[in-house]
């Protein structure tokens, strides 16, 4: 019976502390994992990405990757003065923002927690120039602001390791949580991908427009660039397409929020 209370406790301890607030929708979230966990996993698996792709990862000197770096350090900026302005800038506290390029025609970018991007060079031709290219990127960072990923993980953990405690699994399955985590932030693994649910996609739209906007973007291109992306084919790897569903609902969406997320970039 005591054992019984001891993991009743437990278990609403967890759901006490990890249940957090999403910026701008407000939904409710619960993520098993701690954030400096995630954090932590992100150090060591944007290492092995950047080291597996060494021979392809752009150098500071080229134009596409000052592009991406000068978009990323102004919609982190934007990032920080909103959560300041609505006091959650905890949601960012020990990140270290990283940009880096890697030339290959994988239509696809993310971002990890902590702030750790990637751009595929596929991706750029869709972009087209800097205010596409913020769009992609308001999106992806707000995944990551959002904590999405670690929703994605928890959930993939309770599905893969049978329910086992979440620290067990990550000390006895090291191998299995490191694909999780990569499957999390839309990034190919041995078991494939773990899909962002149309909440988490809804989300990142709509915070994205509003980072963008405030970092000086033009949020009504926004529209413009998916019906790009649901429109390209001839045979290139659409990995951004299978996680991040493009469609005349998702379009319909984001003009809804237009009106909203034009505020912030007009100020009135």
Not at 102 to 110: G, L, M, Q, Y
Request: proline share 3%; net charge positive; with cysteine.
């Amino acid at each position: 019976m005591k054992s019984k209370y001891v993991l009743f406790f437990a278990v609403v301890s967890v759901m006490f502390f990890s249940c957090t607030k999403v910026p701008v929708t407000g939904r409710k979230q619960l993520n098993l994992l701690p954030e400096s966990q995630m954090m932590a996993m992100s150090v060591t698996g944007y290492k092995d990405v950047l080291t597996k792709n060494q021979s392809k990862v752009l150098p500071a000197t080229d134009s596409r990757v000052q592009m991406v770096r000068n978009v990323g350090a102004k919609i982190s900026a934007a990032v920080n003065k909103y959560l300041s302005q609505h006091q959650q800038s905890k949601r960012v506290q020990g990140f270290k923002w990283e940009y880096n390029v890697i030339d290959d025609n994988t239509v696809n970018a993310w971002c990890m927690s902590g702030g750790k991007i990637v751009f595929y060079t596929g991706i750029l031709p869709v972009t087209q120039d800097e205010t596409g290219l913020a769009v992609v990127m308001g999106h992806e960072i707000a995944h990551a602001i959002a904590r999405h990923g670690n929703e994605r993980m928890s959930q993939g953990l309770a599905v893969q390791t049978g329910g086992m405690a979440v620290q067990v699994a990550l000390s006895q399955k090291p191998a299995l949580t490191q694909n999780l985590f990569l499957q999390s932030y839309g990034i190919a693994s041995e078991l494939g991908m773990l899909k962002y649910s149309r909440t988490h996609e809804s989300e990142a739209d709509k915070m994205g427009l509003i980072f963008m906007a405030m970092a000086g973007y033009n949020p009504s291109k926004a529209a413009e660039f998916w019906q790009r992306m649901s429109k390209l084919g001839g045979g290139k790897t659409l990995e951004i397409l299978s996680t991040h569903p493009s469609d005349e609902t998702r379009i319909k969406d984001i003009q809804a929020f237009l009106p909203k997320a034009l505020k912030y970039y007009t100020g009135k």
